[in-house]
Structure formats: structure tokens, C-alpha cells
């Protein structure tokens, strides 16, 4: 099994929105604040890209037009494509201007994520981790803590979007177990192997830091290689 990966920025985005459906059209004018439409439509535009190279589709207008990213219940990204669903699974996120999107085929349970490195409070780390994590960070050294706990709270929020839950699951039924080479830099941008359980379910996947960013990407059944990069092409 392969997963597809695709990064996109607020400066990769046209100035128009006629690559959206009419029903994302609405939905865009609907909403009140500047940053969640943004936001919203940066993550639109990178899941159409991901899945026009996916299919091998030009990634012109009218093609992307093609494409609906409907939102379940739950909140989880669903494809559209001509009004019928795909055959693909796909997981967003968007974090300071950049947005990702996994693709995979369908009935892959598939979540990624992005998250900020930044420093966070003791009080985050005790309502949103289990007790081990919380030991792995405090034995870590401090100029590594916030790399790490970027790294193990992307994780959760992967695994619970692989479960199709979001935060309505407690993060602390979640553990990250195991996190290869959090230590370093990771300066040379390649991905690393990773691993979350929940309970009776695990996930397997990778992750990586590049620009202050950590990416995590999990899915079930088991990736065995890193996420292949996804290249749009125009018509």
C-alpha cells in the first residue's frame, strides 16, 4: 500500500475561486472571518491538486471543478467526482500558511497532520497526554522539548483523524509509541518512521520537520515505505 503526499501555500493559491464547485462556493461565502476562510480555501485547493495528480488529471478549472471535498459529519474530507464518491480516501491540514494533503486508496484508514514548533505550557502537556509522554518530554532536553511535543501532539491528531474522530475522543486514549530520530534536527527533511496506538487499533506512518513544521502522516493497514510525493501538472 502507497500514500500520496501533497503541500501546498498560501502564495500557491490564484487570486480567483472558479476552480470550486457551486456548492463550495457557497460554503466559502458563508463564512464570517478572513483567517478560517483562508484557511479553508488553501486546504480546498491542495486536496484538488492532490487528487488531479492522483488521477492523473490535468489540474486545469474545469477539471478541478470536478472535484467536491465534502465534509462528513464528523468533519472528515470526503472526494467527489462528478457528483459521486471517489475511490480514494484523503486526510487535510493547514497550520501558518501551508496545507497538506494524503492521499490513499479507498478503505485506507488515513490521517496527517501539521503542527507548529513552538513552545507549549506544562498545563497543555497534563490534559492532553498520558502520563508517559509526559515522562518522555520531561527527560528530554529542553532545547528538544518543543520539537517533541510538536511532534507526539501531531501524531495524536493524525490517529485520531485516521479513527475519523477528531478531538472528540480524549488525546490521552492516545499514545505515541514510537517516534524514530526526535532527537535531531532532522536538517536533512527526510521522513522517519512512526507509531501511535489507541487502545486495541495501531497505526504506523512517518513524519518530518521542515520550516518550523512537523508533518505527520499514519494510515492502517501498515505503510512500509514514506509517502511519495505528489507533482501537479497543468493542462
Known amino acids: 500500500m502507497a500514500i500520496y503526499w501533497f503541500e501546498q501555500g498560501q502564495g500557491d493559491l490564484p487570486p480567483s475561486d472558479d476552480w470550486l464547485t457551486a456548492d463550495e462556493a457557497l460554503r466559502l461565502g458563508a463564512m464570517r472571518f478572513e483567517k478560517r476562510r483562508a484557511d479553508w480555501r488553501l486546504g480546498r485547493w491542495t486536496a484538488k491538486l492532490a487528487v488531479s495528480a492522483y488521477c492523473n488529471v490535468p489540474c486545469s478549472t474545469e477539471c478541478l471543478r470536478r472535484f467536491e471535498i465534502r465534509p462528513e459529519t464528523s468533519g472528515a474530507p470526503n472526494v467527489w467526482i462528478r457528483k459521486r464518491p471517489a475511490p480514494l480516501t484523503i486526510s487535510l491540514s493547514h497550520r501558518d500558511g501551508a496545507a497538506v494533503c494524503a492521499v490513499a486508496a479507498a478503505g485506507v484508514e488515513l490521517g496527517c497532520d501539521l503542527e507548529t514548533v513552538e513552545p507549549r505550557s506544562p498545563a497543555f502537556l497534563a490534559d492532553y497526554f498520558t502520563s508517559r509522554e509526559q515522562l ?100
Not at 475519523?164 to 488525546?171: A, F, K, M, S
Not at 517516534?179 to 487502545?199: H, I, K, M, Y
Open 136 to 235: 518522555l518530554v520531561e527527560q528530554a532536553a529542553i532545547a528538544d522539548r518543543p520539537r517533541l511535543v510538536a511532534l507526539l501532539w501531531s501524531a495524536k491528531e493524525s490517529a485520531l483523524k485516521a479513527l475519523r474522530l477528531g478531538l472528540r475522543l480524549d488525546t490521552r486514549r492516545v499514545e505515541v509509541t514510537g517516534a524514530d530520530g526526535w532527537q535531531s534536527s532532522n536538517e536533512a527533511n527526510d521522513w522517519r518512521p512512526l507509531r501511535v496506538t489507541c487502545e486495541s487499533r495501531c497505526y504506523d506512518g512517518w513524519w518530518r520537520e521542515a520550516g518550523r513544521l512537523v508533518r505527520t502522516v499514519l494510515a492502517a493497514p501498515r505503510v512500509r515505505q514514506p509517502p511519495l510525493a505528489l507533482e501537479s501538472w497543468s493542462a
